[in-house]
């Protein structure tokens, strides 16, 4: 196994990981005041009404899919009567269509944060990055998914290599080897992913873990109490 | 029965001269930051007008405050689903330009300029791009009825009401607002972050700014529209009810600063089990049932269920001192503004008397049937279009000055009051005479144990980086392009 290999595929998405989990922890200990969402709604409206929308909705169901196409082995859903070619063909279409909405919202984004002079003088470095990686990683998403199989006879089969490979990453057991001859493109995907994540904790995107299921349970009025010592 | 103590405000419209004192006062106290340039926890309408931002009032538009939905109240805007489902855009989320383009001045160039045959000017910069514009909205661009032949007609108060804007026929009268601090806030209600709460011991209303996440429901949820978003830190900011000088027995900013001394602020007991049918009233009935859930603190019984629901006694006393009481229930001269919002404010309103409309030569004090600020217009601003409690309230403001006037010429009076003459003379003396310690019944918290005060020296309560107090930073002028 090469040294490069070694690199790309065990030492540097463990660091990206690290980086993410930690960074995290550190944030939210010791930072809540810069935990939001930072919405430009309020400067903004017009466009982010449609820009968001495609790219919200857009991302979670690539997400789910990327949870369906990597986590859950070809086995399994062999098991389940999906054919490769029928699992190959949902994945196009569905993936595809998700994956447009995503990559129309976040390029809409893109488009917006640079043009409307309220947003760019008012944006910080990490509204920039965070965007433009996202850009970046979905671009690359969408041409594995959708222009790639055009160029070389058919879908990349990622669920015999990007997938096991993944799945061995999470559980501790890294082989670098199933990485090493999969398609360039796919490699750049996983590679600006992990930059991605690893700036993740210090940008606006932290605002996903607030998303706030709680207050389906919630009662309507919230009343705080003084400490006890002080009543 | 579950009794609760509450500060609350009263603001006696027929005494404010419009200056903005208050605003300016609370905006160098609050708001004097980047982010929140635009905001005014306190602003001065003048009315008729669409206000700030424009035509809040009109919640077919904005959609804040509570509905009945069949008999069940339920926020206006949709319940908890509806809002997770509009996260990703708050569809009811004014725009700043909704309030207005927060602009300064090219300052620096009348010091800077070089030699010119021309004297050098400072011009209006946009404080959000820094690029040189021109102010069309403002804060109070209506002020004394300016531009109200446009804007005046848009009021969503003048529902059913024949309103002239020809100078000779018109009327104005100014409406001063802060948070309302609600029993039933719907603020608090929209925040899916529960970042908002009420305060247990007297009912300020705060954002937890290290809880909140900036998903803007507060703004949009708000009727009222006083929770603002501050734009650059991501975070919903709002009216303090100057906590950290209540808490020391001190009137807020604002009505501490008041010129016309129209303020009272004081201690209502409330049974908070109450809250949520009195919010559920009928239309007809929202000022009478709001009313009614204010307990007499005089009452012996309600004393004792209050101290043993854990109000110190400190604060029953100031209770049965409490004007906001007297005005509101005792007297019934206060109103709540917009009761149909369902958010049961606790900031009421004495309504404005108004000379007579057309010429009444010989008559000297007004009457209530021929006012020049229409009867139906107030009754839409304070009794949610029922005429009847602002007539009462109008009604009893006039038997003072019948009385009053009586005993000053000799003069002899006409008409009767439903009020004996010394509850009238009572009602004069805090309209018109009472001193800082009558119109201010304030109660220090006792929070002396609550915090580590030596780490606390200088902070004010909205001290994050770049906020307000002892660790706050100046504020950034206007950046060039």
């Given at each position: 196994m090469s040294l490069t290999g070694q690199f790309l595929w065990v030492i540097l998405p463990y660091l990206a990981l690290s980086i993410f989990v930690l960074g995290h922890l550190y944030r939210y200990g010791f930072s809540q005041y810069t935990w939001t969402a930072r919405s430009s709604e309020f400067l903004e409206k017009r466009q982010l009404r449609w820009a968001s929308q495609l790219f919200h909705y857009g991302i979670i169901f690539v997400f789910l899919g990327h949870v369906l196409g990597l986590l859950v082995p070809a086995a399994w859903t062999g098991a389940l009567g999906v054919s490769e070619r029928l699992y190959q063909e949902q994945a196009l279409l569905l993936g595809g269509v998700?994956?447009?909405?995503?990559?129309?919202?976040?390029?809409?984004?893109?488009?917006?944060?640079?043009?409307?002079?309220?947003?760019?003088?008012?944006?910080?470095?990490?509204?920039?990055?965070?965007?433009?990686?996202?850009?970046?990683?979905?671009?690359?998403?969408?041409?594995?998914?959708?222009?790639?199989?055009?160029?070389?006879h058919g879908p990349y089969n990622y669920r015999a290599t990007i997938a096991p490979w993944l799945r061995g990453f999470l559980t501790g057991r890294p082989d670098a080897a199933l990485m090493v001859h999969v398609p360039a493109t796919f490699q750049l995907h996983l590679l600006a992913a992990f930059l991605l994540f690893a700036l993740w904790p210090f940008t606006r995107l932290v605002h996903l873990w607030s998303l706030p299921l709680a207050y389906l349970r919630r009662r309507y009025i919230l009343y705080r109490g003084l400490p006890p010592e002080a009543r | 029965m579950r009794i609760k103590a509450q500060l609350a405000m009263v603001m006696n419209l027929d005494k404010c001269i419009g200056c903005h004192t208050c605003s300016v006062t609370c905006k160098h106290a609050w708001?004097?930051?980047?982010?929140?340039?635009?905001?005014?926890?306190?602003?001065?309408?003048?009315?008729?007008?669409?206000?700030?931002?424009?035509?809040?009032?009109?919640?077919?538009?904005?959609?804040?405050?509570?509905?009945?939905?069949?008999?069940?109240?339920?926020?206006?805007?949709?319940?908890?689903?509806?809002?997770?489902l509009t996260i990703f855009h708050n569809p009811n989320l004014p725009t700043v330009d909704d309030y207005y383009d927060p602009w300064s001045y090219d300052y620096e160039t009348l010091a800077a300029a070089p030699p010119s045959r021309h004297q050098p000017t400072a011009r209006p910069r946009s404080v959000l791009t820094g690029d040189a514009m021109q102010p069309a909205w403002g804060p109070n661009w209506e002020d004394d009825l300016a531009g109200a032949t446009v804007t005046g007609p848009q009021d969503p108060d003048l529902v059913g009401v024949e309103v002239a804007f020809e100078y000779e026929r018109t009327f104005q009268l100014y409406l001063p607002r802060i948070?309302?601090?609600?029993?039933?806030?719907?603020?608090?209600?929209?925040?899916?972050?529960?970042?908002?709460?009420?305060?247990?011991?007297?009912?300020?209303?705060?954002?937890?700014?290290?809880?909140?996440?900036?998903?803007?429901?507060?703004?949009?949820?708000?009727?009222?529209?006083?929770?603002?978003?501050?734009?650059?830190?991501?975070?919903?900011?709002?009216?303090?009810?100057?906590?950290?000088?209540?808490?020391?027995?001190?009137?807020?900013?604002?009505?501490?600063?008041?010129?016309?001394?129209?303020?009272?602020?004081?201690?209502?007991?409330?049974?908070?089990?109450?809250?949520?049918?009195?919010?559920?009233?009928?239309?007809?009935?929202?000022?009478?049932?709001?009313?009614?859930?204010?307990?007499?603190?005089?009452?012996?019984?309600?004393?004792?269920?209050?101290?043993?629901?854990?109000?110190?006694?400190?604060?029953?006393?100031?209770?049965?001192?409490?004007?906001?009481?007297?005005?509101?229930?005792?007297?019934?001269?206060?109103?709540?503004?917009?009761?149909?919002?369902?958010?049961?404010?606790?900031?009421?309103?004495?309504?404005?008397?108004?000379?007579?409309?057309?010429?009444?030569?010989?008559?000297?004090?007004?009457?209530?049937?021929?006012?020049?600020?229409?009867?139906?217009?107030?009754?839409?601003?304070?009794?949610?279009?029922?005429?009847?409690?602002?007539?009462?309230?109008?009604?009893?403001?006039?038997?003072?000055?019948?009385?009053?006037?009586?005993?000053?010429?000799?003069?002899?009076?006409?008409?009767?009051?439903?009020?004996?003459?010394?509850?009238?003379?009572?009602?004069?003396?805090?309209?018109?005479?009472?001193?800082?310690?009558?119109?201010?019944?304030?109660?220090?918290?006792?929070?002396?144990?609550?915090?580590?005060?030596?780490?606390?020296?200088?902070?004010?309560?909205?001290?994050?980086?770049?906020?307000?107090?002892?660790?706050?930073?100046?504020?950034?002028?206007?950046?060039?392009?």
């Open positions: 998700a994956g447009l909405l995503a990559v129309v919202g976040i390029v809409w984004f893109n488009w917006r944060r640079w043009s409307v002079a309220r947003l760019r003088r008012n944006s910080s470095l990490g509204d920039y990055l965070a965007i433009a990686l996202l850009l970046l990683v979905i671009a690359l998403g969408i041409y594995n998914t959708l222009l790639y199989p055009l160029s070389h | 708001t004097n930051r980047r982010g929140v340039e635009y905001a005014w926890f306190n602003n001065v309408e003048t009315k008729p007008g669409v206000g700030y931002p424009k035509r809040w009032e009109d919640q077919e538009h904005w959609r804040g405050g509570w509905a009945l939905r069949g008999s069940r109240l339920e926020l206006k805007a949709g319940g908890r689903l509806a809002k997770l948070c309302n601090h609600c029993l039933n806030p719907a603020c608090v209600a929209s925040c899916p972050s529960g970042a908002m709460y009420k305060r247990e011991e007297d009912g300020i209303v705060l954002t937890d700014q290290q809880a909140c996440r900036g998903w803007r429901f507060c703004v949009s949820g708000c009727p009222y529209k006083k929770p603002y978003f501050n734009w650059s830190s991501g975070k919903a900011e709002k009216c303090l009810f100057c906590y950290p000088r209540v808490e020391a027995g001190q009137p807020t900013v604002c009505a501490e600063s008041c010129v016309g001394r129209i303020r009272y602020l004081g201690v209502v007991l409330y049974d908070a089990d109450g809250v949520p049918d009195a919010a559920a009233a009928p239309v007809g009935e929202l000022v009478a049932r709001q009313r009614a859930l204010f307990l007499d603190p005089a009452d012996p019984r309600i004393a004792a269920q209050a101290e043993e629901a854990g109000v110190p006694p400190a604060w029953i006393a100031a209770a049965r001192r409490s004007p906001v009481y007297r005005l509101a229930v005792r007297w019934e001269v206060a109103l709540p503004l917009h009761p149909e919002f369902r958010t049961l404010p606790m900031v009421w309103y004495v309504p404005p008397l108004s000379p007579l409309a057309g010429d009444s030569p010989g008559t000297v004090l007004p009457d209530t049937a021929a006012m020049r600020i229409p009867l139906a217009y107030l009754a839409n601003l304070l009794a949610a279009g029922d005429p009847s409690p602002v007539r009462r309230a109008l009604e009893r403001l006039v038997a003072v000055r019948r009385l009053m006037r009586r005993l000053t010429t000799g003069e002899p009076s006409e008409a009767s009051s439903d009020l004996p003459p010394d509850e009238l003379e009572e009602l004069y003396r805090l309209l018109a005479l009472a001193k800082h310690s009558e119109r201010f019944v304030v109660p220090p918290a006792h929070k002396e144990t609550a915090a580590d005060l030596f780490t606390l020296r200088g902070t004010a309560g909205l001290d994050s980086e770049g906020g307000v107090g002892g660790w706050g930073a100046a504020p950034s002028p206007p950046r060039r392009p």
